[in-house]
């Protein structure tokens, strides 16, 4: 069974940091190659964050973030890192992390995900 677990959301003020984690099941690595961060605000669509293609380690990114946000993996490539940095207010939203077969633009396409975790919330106050 596919498992992702999502931890590392909280409260931070503007130009704060947080690092997320997605805790990916062993069966994850073999049914998913692409494990992608989203984000959802109350009355708003979820929209892609970042994502990253486990087994060559290519990495994607929304324009929105770029150059403060950044995934990564350890080299077990069981858990999937998302470093926040710079963070504005409307970065505050429910983070999810998710997996699917295709990676890069997908980020567009929730819909190409399969398995999705829980979620984290990340609150940015000013």
């Known amino acids: 069974q596919v498992h992702l677990v999502e931890s590392g959301g909280g409260s931070v003020q503007t130009g704060g940091s947080l690092r997320l984690s997605c805790v990916a099941s062993?069966?994850?690595?073999?049914?998913?190659?692409?494990l992608g961060w989203f984000r959802q605000a109350p009355g708003k669509e979820r929209g892609g964050v970042a994502n990253?293609?486990?087994?060559?380690?290519?990495?994607y990114y929304a324009d929105s973030i770029k150059g403060r946000f950044t995934i990564s993996q350890d080299n077990a490539k069981t858990t999937v890192y998302l470093q926040m940095s710079s963070l504005r207010t409307d970065d505050g939203a429910m983070y999810y992390c998710?997996?699917?077969?295709?990676?890069?633009?997908?980020?567009?396409?929730?819909?190409?995900?399969?398995?999705w975790g829980q979620g984290t919330q990340v609150t940015v106050s000013s």
């Open positions: 062993r069966y994850m690595y073999s049914a998913s190659g692409c």
């Open positions: 998710a997996a699917g077969t295709t990676c890069g633009t997908t980020l567009s396409r929730p819909d190409r995900y399969n398995y």
């Open positions: 990253i293609w486990r087994p060559g380690g290519g990495t």
